[in-house]
């Protein structure tokens, strides 16, 4: 599966973004997807994932309640709503696709990655 995030970029705080996440490939409605960033310094962080079918989502404690994951897999792409935007969201976006719903707060458990949107989120 090749991924391509795109819809990155500067916004006020509490602005909003929409990531997008397209795949080519192997069948997309095979693979869970989630999202994940990275600040330069320090570990990438699990933000949201989503199994197969759409209707399991996962999220971390950070963004609960303020960003969204979806997906279309007639169009193959997985998105990102990003709402109420903070300082400490800015970070380089990454999507991925892994097989299965187990551990999908973890990287490591993900086979196919993206090549990162940067979003920077100004005070």
């Known amino acids: 599966v090749q991924l391509q995030a795109s819809g990155g970029g500067l916004v006020q705080a509490g602005g909003s973004l929409r990531l997008s996440c397209a795949a080519s490939g192997r069948t997309f409605s095979n693979y869970a997807m989630g999202w994940f960033r990275q600040v330069p310094g320090k570990e990438r962080e699990f933000v949201a994932a989503?199994?197969?079918?759409?209707?399991?989502?996962y999220y971390a404690d950070s963004v609960k309640g303020r960003f969204t994951i979806s997906r279309e897999n007639a169009k193959r792409t997985v998105y990102l709503q990003m709402n109420s935007l903070k300082p400490e969201d800015t970070a380089v976006y990454y999507c991925?696709?892994?097989?299965?719903?187990?551990?999908?707060?973890?990287?490591?458990?993900?086979?196919?990655w993206g090549q990162g949107t940067q979003v920077t989120v100004s005070s």
């Open positions: 989503i199994n197969r079918n759409g209707d399991l989502t």
């Open positions: 991925a696709a892994k097989s299965g719903i187990i551990d999908v707060r973890l990287g490591s458990k993900y086979d196919y």
